[in-house]
């Protein structure tokens, strides 16, 4: 398949292939390289951005180095608050990732890239990462996202009207669809590239000619598809790129081996193996290997087809392509059937299908759908726009000249009809003040009535309220008497148990006394969580420093010492130079119990890695927590209680139901909200918003 997706890296590419060609023909390159070290440690915090930039570019073909001058430059660009060089150093993060085949790395920096770029309206910006994003999600297999950052990005030159850019987008869609096996729908987008590219020139349209062979070959319209192939052959010779002849070699081959002309086949195949080994094209020969051994398995070569079958196998799992995973498969369970070896054969029959299944979904296919029907519906939207627009022009001096017609009319009648009404108004008036006066009245008996009732309302109110005060403040009393009165033989029963353990060895007596422990030891969680409720209750909110992320690592690591039965893996997005003035015991409590929550109710089962992701940012003078996992959930008929006091969320842990309510007391506490939902991945989250001001 043809890649169109790189073109949408011009920028950073340009400006290697810039400094990669002028700079060694002027013998500055080291120089230069030096002089902006130099000046990286000479210049202030507020300048460095750029020129650590600068030095990505001149070190791009060193991966550590560049890595870390691009990282260089996004630290200084926050100092800074330069947003330009924040954007160009997230983007440059994710190229190095994204060649190193770190999609998921390269996904989470393009996506800071895209948010500051479409903040600040960097339009130039926002359209490379769109599609630098396409391209992480197209070889991650996740096509519905491809689909949906490549509209956004063809949106955007759409805008623009660079016809040139529309054909890349357009390709770029088709290759989508190609791989979902949409060919009517990749057919459609390549001719609409192949127009532009006719009509500009040419420029390109070779690699269109190999896109509409691969689409048309995928229909079984092998005629067309061999034209189209044989087409690229005439047009490149020796003049183009090795990936483009390659893909037509192997394309041309791929047709004349479903037409049965397979010594055609094979000598087209053969020409593009011999390119993918000189060019050492790994994906390539993971594609040549494929489609030759099933020639070689047609001429009953089996041991050569299964040869050359495992070898493309091998490189599709080292470089983890499962597509060509899955095709290889296909072919292994002809292989095995044809051998009789039907165990074999059913084996990668049920490979293929699980494979199959897991890049295609039900849910893939919907979002995919969903996508094509929003930006369809945007053209249409854009048609009827125009349309109006254009409607609108010609019939424009038509209503204003009926308009002003009307108005002529209408005016005449008006003054007319004004001045007859005035004294018809004039007599209504003078009845309607005579009412009035006599409403007027009455209003003012039915006032006096009215704020007595107030006044007795008010009275009753107040002593309703002193004696609710009082009940309140007895409450807490005694919820804080109780607590350290309690606290006291309970500390006492568990020293007693502790000892009778280190001295009893009969081993009933020892489980009853383990049990007593156990129970004492929850006592005592309820009572410390009871003095907590009195303490919010009795607080007045402080405003200490917190270092956010410091503050939520602590808690994690202890709350993963205490539930280190099961490796949880947790997630933290935190940034490092987070500082807020907050009342720090408060928001200690609502994180402590959100993430140990997380931890108390993961789920068990050995075959379900469990996670926490834990995120934390400050949004419009408010704090943003979001804490979530995927434990064991919370019932849906529950959902609206697990906030009230003693209401537990799940019976697998013997709680005593305070956390969630101490974590809804303290919000409360600090006029914030808090909310809990299920992600689109199914799981737990809880959201909460607390005001800084």
């Known amino acids: 398949m ?35 070290l130099i000046a990286a440690k000479k210049s202030q915090d507020i300048d460095k951005g750029p020129i650590y930039m600068e030095l990505f570019i001149s070190s791009v073909n060193n991966y550590d180095s ?25 983007y440059a993060m994710a190229y190095l990732y994204r060649g190193q085949g770190l999609y998921n790395e390269a996904i989470e920096h393009y996506d800071r890239a895209l948010i500051t770029a479409q903040n600040n309206d960097f339009q130039d910006r926002e359209k490379s990462i769109l599609n630098g994003l396409a391209i992480c999600y197209y070889y991650s297999s996740q096509f519905d996202k491809s689909l949906e950052y490549h509209f956004k990005s063809l949106a955007l030159r759409e805008k623009e009207g660079d016809q040139n850019e529309i054909a890349i987008s357009s390709n770029n869609i088709g290759l989508v669809y190609y791989q979902l096996k949409d060919y009517p729908k990749a057919i459609i987008y390549f001719n609409r ?41 005439s047009i490149c010779q020796d003049e183009c790129k090795g990936q483009i002849l390659f893909e037509a070699y192997n394309g041309a081959g791929a047709c004349l ?135 609108s022009r010609t019939n424009t001096l038509l209503i204003l000249s009926v308009i002003i017609s009307l108005l002529t009319v209408l005016i005449v009648i008006i003054l007319y009809r004004n001045n007859k009404l005035r004294k018809r108004v004039n007599r209504k008036l003078t009845i309607a003040n005579k009412t009035i006066e006599n409403q007027n009245s009455k209003l003012t008996e039915l006032n006096t009535a009215l704020e007595d009732r107030v006044r007795e309302r008010t009275e009753e109110l107040r002593s309703t309220n002193k004696a609710l005060t009082k009940s309140n403040n007895d409450l807490d009393n005694f919820i804080y008497k109780t607590s350290h009165d309690i606290r006291g033989p309970l500390a006492t029963l568990q020293g007693v148990c502790n000892i009778a353990l280190m001295d009893i060895k009969e081993k009933v007596a020892v489980d009853y006394f383990e049990k007593l422990s156990r129970t004492a030891s929850k006592l005592n969680q309820i ?67 959100l993430i140990n929550n997380a931890f108390k109710f993961h789920n068990t089962s050995s075959k379900i890695k469990s996670i926490i992701n834990i995120s934390a940012l400050v949004k419009d003078g408010e704090l943003h927590i979001n804490v979530s996992d995927n434990g064991v959930g919370i019932n849906d008929n529950i ?22 309510y101490l974590v809804k007391l303290a919000v409360d506490k600090l006029e914030g909200n808090i909310f809990v939902s299920k992600t689109k991945d199914n799981l737990t989250l809880f959201s909460v918003i607390l005001p800084l001001s």
């Open 2 to 36: 043809c890649d169109y997706f790189n073109y949408g890296n011009r920028f950073i590419k340009t400006i290697i292939i810039i400094v990669s060609l002028i700079l060694p023909l002027l013998g500055m390159a080291q120089s230069r390289y030096d002089s902006l």
């Open 66 to 90: 560049a890595l870390f001058f691009a990282n260089q430059a996004r630290k200084y660009s926050l100092t800074a608050g330069d947003s330009l060089t924040f954007v160009r150093a997230e």
């Open 193 to 233: 590239a192949r127009e532009i590219e006719e009509k500009n020139g040419h420029k390109g349209i070779e690699g269109t000619y190999v896109n509409l062979g691969l689409a048309y070959l995928g229909l079984g319209n092998f005629e067309i598809a061999l034209e189209n192939f044989e087409k690229t052959i």
């Open 257 to 391: 081996f479903e037409l049965e002309k397979l010594n055609e086949a094979e000598v087209y195949l053969n020409k593009g193996l011999v390119l993918a080994e000189s060019q050492k094209s790994e994906m390539n020969l993971i594609t040549i290997y494929n489609n030759l051994a099933k020639i070689n398995l047609k001429h009953g070569e089996t041991d050569l087809a299964l040869t050359r079958l495992k070898m493309s196998q091998d490189l599709a799992n080292r470089l983890g392509i499962r597509l060509w995973a899955k095709k290889n498969f296909k072919v292994l369970a002809d292989l095995f059937y044809e051998t009789g070896n039907y165990k074999k054969a059913f084996d990668y029959q049920v490979k293929y299908d699980s494979v199959s299944s897991e890049i295609l979904n039900e849910t893939v296919a919907k979002n995919m759908l969903q996508i094509q029907v929003d930006f369809e519906e945007r053209q249409n939207l854009e048609i009827i726009k125009l349309k109006d627009k254009e409607i």
């Open 527 to 593: 009572l410390s969580k009871l003095l907590v409720i009195n303490q919010i209750n009795n607080s007045m909110p402080s405003d200490d420093e917190v270092i956010l992320k410091k503050l939520i690592t602590e808690i994690v690591e202890e709350n993963s010492q205490l539930f280190d039965e099961k490796t949880i893996g947790v997630s933290i997005d935190v940034s490092e130079n987070l500082k807020i003035f907050f009342d720090a015991l408060l928001l200690k409590i609502i994180l402590n119990n």
């Open 639 to 660: 959902v609206a209680q697990i906030f009230d006091i003693f209401s537990k969320t799940s019976e697998m842990q013997d709680t005593a139901g305070l956390g969630l």
